[in-house]
């Protein structure tokens, strides 16, 4: 098995973040010392997650944002990473 890659510092923004594999990339993430900028709709998961990160030692930012908004679609500036995680539908 390879070498895992140190992602210390790196800047990195995750949608879908509230739940689901986003929220594990996330957590992951910032585990591993990146500068975590967590996006998704639903405030009240986002607040948990922060607070799950803080009770475990490391934080991550969040931010509530829908990806199909055209206003929410500058979060991503100023990151090194982007992981589209979140699932839309459409009719």
Do not use: F, K, W, Y
């Given at each position: 098995m390879g070498q895992r890659r140190s992602i210390q510092g790196w800047r990195i923004l995750v949608t879908g973040a509230s739940q689901g594999?986003?929220?594990?990339?996330a957590t992951e993430a910032a585990r591993?010392?990146?500068?975590?900028?967590?996006?998704?709709?639903?405030?009240?998961?986002?607040?948990?997650l922060c607070?799950?990160?803080?009770s475990q030692g490391f934080g991550l930012d969040v931010l509530v944002g829908d990806v199909t908004s055209p206003q929410d679609?500058?979060?991503h500036a100023g990151r090194d990473h982007c992981v589209a995680s979140a699932a839309w539908t459409s009719w």
């Open positions: 594999i986003g929220q594990s990339l591993r010392g990146a500068r975590v900028l967590a996006v998704a709709r639903s405030e009240n998961l986002l607040h948990e607070q799950q990160a803080r679609s500058l979060a």
